[in-house]
């Protein structure tokens, strides 16, 4: 924070804390002027105080303050926008590395524009944590974490290379090496503060530590009572360089929890009850707020589970206040004591402090859970919300099984090269605990580790068709597994440590043996995943695997025993003890009082102190990685892992044509509902024979080296040869395929979308995307839009937006558009046969203005439409007149 706001209206106060004073500014002196404000939302609380220290009558107004104090009387119906500058920015190195590439780049237009470089550089403290890189090759054996931690140091020399050029270029930014830990985790154990403190004309200013981050899942800070939501790359380099978050006073909705988990039930049971029931609800774009006597029985950790799933429930955030609870995890993880005892303060000068004598906020809506009724639970085949109690788990998958036109096959084995078991339907072939959701609660950990345990003791052994893992989000969990004598009953199991960072959950899970792998794809069958994870989107966890299901770690190691997914765990035998009796569930299943015994006994202070004592030093292979020297990055045209983009070339310093109508486009892809960030941006496997693939063949690279689309993302040739290629993608416009495909138009040619749009631009023919509800859920992934972009596509058309998307997509210059008075591709027959007239932009764009879209159909019939813009505010406005919000960042860096 360089610097605060005019403080127009007098609310800058010392706050005296151990002899230490602090400024901050005072929301109840604010209320002197704008009205009470004791019972607004805790999270607009936060927004309200980070409103009156930026107060300069330009960016924030005195009455974006008053707006907010009033929220109280319109609940968010009536909604203003207003502009927010977080505390900080954290990212991990799938989204830092093109966050990096395009700072670099920018640097390269700074000095094309004739002006400074160094004008280029972060001014908010960012942390990026290199976490999304290392892949389960090697697995179930002591050497695994070994030998995948060299072949990730081998794979990504080229991209850690450049990261280790930004630490030393850039102001203001770290990066946390290789095998330390995930970034949610990392942020949640180190780096957030609850309270975040900065020097400004030589005082210490106090005020709510608050971040927006690369990833969507930055939101598990929110358990720690950090305001902080995923944001695409591109809006986080322009919060990294100055430019405010531009957003609309949001909806708040209050969800109450009540009672306490029964006996057996895990965070992650929880957790999907929650996702069930606020997608049900509805809340994208809202901010959630958890309150009620239920949250005094969960843990921090809990609390942080549910925090880290609000990309899954569609929320932009899921805030727990500051409570004793807070102040307990930031003494326990090592936070210093004067840390602490600001937290307190502040949090209760300020009245952002929970306990039973808080007044109870008022929210846009409410929805109530007894947490007592939450039951073991699943998530699948494909969506976190797709919620299936254990015990119909068995039955539900003969559903899934008729979906695929597999069921008549059930229980046939199928043969499987040099192994006499052979693979059946519904068989588990994935079974990894993973993901900072629930490797950041010990709770689950040593729950998975005394499963193991017992199992192990009575003799039993996972299914050899199973690949098991365990990839931590911080070295913590193994320290307190060793001491309470658990991971040596994990290792036996098959779940050896395979890594620290984001692997299964991400598509990191490594190849399956190959004779499975084989029988698998020959046989076209159904296979399983269960993972500890909060993704499991089709085609994300393997390409091998097409059901995909969530579930608490404990869940995972007897789901690795059983085997099978047709296997009813609830009351059926997983498998038999050494004398050949049947075990069940309920044998393996540790009380709650062994796993608090388990924590209390093997969890210490002192364990988070000693890692996170040197966080950024890093292996010996990372310190030995050579850093070129210079204030512009010197790009290999050879690398196939970073390539200069080529957003700004030929840039000029003003802004013209801008606007411009959409004149006889072509649909590029016709898609249904609820298309993820993976099915348009895939971070998973590179295909061999798709466009990516054979790009990086003709570039030298053979297959066993491709990496993951993820890696490659400093290339903008790999990631736009990548977008729609996921491999259960379902374009309307080429039936009967799955993956990137399309038909090219008059041509009739069936193609991959990659080469359509080639021959489109090459054409000069402009292109659309239509689709329908939901599009864009899932992470915050900034290559959905640039790859949109690069392609050719100049708007999309659906009928709802996921909000981190939809911003994107404005950031890279791409028109969203939305359907309106129920009209959808059905009901308009569209086949990808159209050319589409897009109107009423050419002299300007106001927020959320209709525009007029005239399909001409084959026949030479139109039909005449208005749609929403979905450009909601001012900025973005300004940010889509110059071509995306780099432009408008570099532009305005250029001018000043």
Avoid at 153 to 158: H, K, P, Q, T
Avoid at 521 to 532: A, F, K, M, W
Wanted: net charge negative; glycine share 10%; with cysteine.
């Amino acid at each position: 924070m360089a610097s605060v706001g005019q403080d127009s209206l007098n609310t800058r106060r010392t706050l005296n804390v151990g002899g230490k004073e602090y400024d901050y500014f005072s929301l109840s002196a604010a209320s002197e002027k704008i009205g009470d404000v004791s019972r607004l939302p805790y999270t607009l609380k936060v927004l309200l105080e980070n409103l009156l220290r930026y107060e300069d009558g330009v960016t924030v107004s005195t009455e974006d303050v008053q707006a907010l104090a009033d929220w109280q009387k319109n609940r968010g119906k009536d909604s203003r926008e207003i502009q927010y500058r977080p505390a900080r920015v954290l990212m991990q190195d799938f989204t830092g590395v093109p966050a990096v590439v395009d700072l670099a780049a920018m640097r390269n237009a700074m000095v094309d524009l004739g002006g400074d470089p160094q004008k280029i550089n972060p001014l908010s403290p960012v942390d990026l944590v290199i976490d999304h890189s290392v892949m389960v090759d090697k697995a179930g054996t002591p050497t695994a974490f070994k030998e995948n931690v060299d072949l990730e140091m081998e794979r990504n020399a080229e991209r850690y290379q450049f990261l280790k050029w930004g630490q030393k270029s850039f102001d203001n930014f770290s990066a946390v090496p290789p095998g330390t830990g995930i970034c949610h985790q990392v942020n949640l154990e180190y780096i957030a503060k609850t309270v975040w403190t900065a020097d400004v004309a030589g005082r210490t200013v106090a005020y709510p530590d608050t971040c927006v981050g690369t990833d969507s899942h930055t939101t598990m800070v929110n358990g720690l009572a950090v305001l902080g939501w995923g944001v695409g790359g591109i809006e986080a380099e322009a919060a990294m360089l100055g430019q405010p978050v531009s957003m609309l006073i949001p909806e708040v909705v209050g969800f109450k929890l009540t009672g306490e988990m029964q006996e057996g039930i895990t965070a992650t049971d929880l957790v999907l009850r929650v996702v069930e029931m606020l997608r049900e609800l509805g809340v994208v774009g809202k901010f959630v707020e958890f309150y009620g006597d239920g949250l005094d029985h969960l843990t921090l950790a809990d609390q942080a589970t549910i925090a880290n799933m609000a990309p899954e429930y569609g929320a932009t955030c899921g805030f727990f206040p500051v409570s004793a609870q807070t102040l307990d995890y930031l003494r326990f993880t090592g936070r210093d004591d004067d840390t602490v005892a600001l937290v307190e303060s502040y949090a209760k000068e300020q009245g952002m402090w929970r306990d039973a004598n808080s007044p109870e906020p008022v929210y846009t809506t409410t929805l109530e859970l007894d947490i007592s009724t939450v039951v073991p639970n699943l998530a699948g085949p494909k969506r976190p919300q797709d919620r299936v109690a254990l015990d119909t788990a068995a039955s539900a998958f003969d559903g899934v099984l008729d979906g695929f036109g597999k069921l008549a096959e059930k229980g046939k084995t199928f043969e499987v090269e040099g192994d006499e078991n052979g693979i059946r339907h519904g068989d588990v072939v994935i079974a990894a605990i993973t993901s900072c959701t629930n490797t950041s609660n010990p709770g689950v950990l040593m729950a998975a580790g005394l499963v193991a345990k017992k199992a192990h003791e009575l003799g039993l052994t996972k299914k050899p068709w199973v690949k098991a893992s365990l990839a931590p989000g911080s070295q913590v969990v193994t320290d307190y597994l060793e001491k309470a004598g658990l991971q040596s009953h994990l290792d036996a199991l098959g779940f050896n440590l395979v890594g620290y960072g984001c692997t299964t959950c991400i598509g990191n899970s490594g190849p399956l043996a190959a004779p499975i792998s084989k029988s698998i794809n020959e046989n076209d069958l159904v296979c399983t995943s269960v993972l500890s994870g909060n993704r499991n989107f089709e085609g994300r966890v393997s390409q091998d695997v097409k059901a995909n299901y969530l579930a608490s770690p404990p869940l995972v190691v007897a789901y690795a025993i059983a085997g099978s997914m047709t296997i009813d765990i609830t009351k059926d035998a997983i498998g038999q003890d050494k004398d050949g009796n049947d075990v069940f569930l309920k044998d393996i299943w540790p009380s709650n009082a062994e796993v608090h015994e388990a924590i209390a006994h093997s969890l210490s202070r002192e364990m988070f102190i000693e890692r996170y004592s040197d966080v950024f030093a890093g292996t010996p292979e990372w310190q030995a990685i050579k850093v070129a020297e210079g204030e512009t990055y010197a790009w290999d045209d050879k690398s196939t892992y970073v390539q200069h983009p080529p957003y700004f070339q030929g840039m000029s310093k003003t802004a013209e044509g801008g606007f411009a109508d959409i004149r006889s486009a072509r649909l590029l892809a016709l898609l249904g509902d609820s298309i993820t960030t993976d099915h348009i941006s895939p971070a998973g496997a590179i295909k061999a024979d798709s466009p990516a693939g054979k790009y990086l063949q003709e570039h030298g690279v053979e297959r066993k080296d491709f990496n993951s689309y993820g890696s490659r993302r400093g290339n903008h040739e790999v990631m736009m040869r990548g977008t729609f290629a996921n491999i259960r993608l379902r374009n309307l416009m080429a039936p009967g395929t799955e993956g990137g495909w399309t038909t090219h138009y008059p041509s009739g040619d069936v193609t991959s979308i990659y080469d359509a749009s080639m021959q489109y631009q090459a054409d000069g023919v402009p292109l659309v995307v239509v689709g329908g509800k939901e599009y864009g859920t899932g992470s915050s992934r900034d290559w959905a839009a640039k790859g949109t972009n690069l392609l050719g596509v100049k708007a999309v058309i659906v009928e709802s937006f996921e909000r981190i998307h939809r911003s994107n997509l404005v950031g890279m210059g791409v028109l969203p558009l939305q359907f309106k008075d129920g009209e959808t591709r059905e009901t308009l027959g569209l086949t990808g046969k159209e050319t589409f007239d897009i109107t009423g932009i050419g002299n300007g764009i106001t927020p959320r203005q209709d525009v007029d879209v005239k399909i001409t159909y084959e026949d030479g019939s139109t039909k005449d439409i208005k749609v929403l813009c979905r450009i909601d505010t001012a900025n973005e406005v300004e940010y889509y007149a110059n071509g995306g919000i780099l432009h408008y960042v570099l532009r305005n860096l250029a001018n000043s």
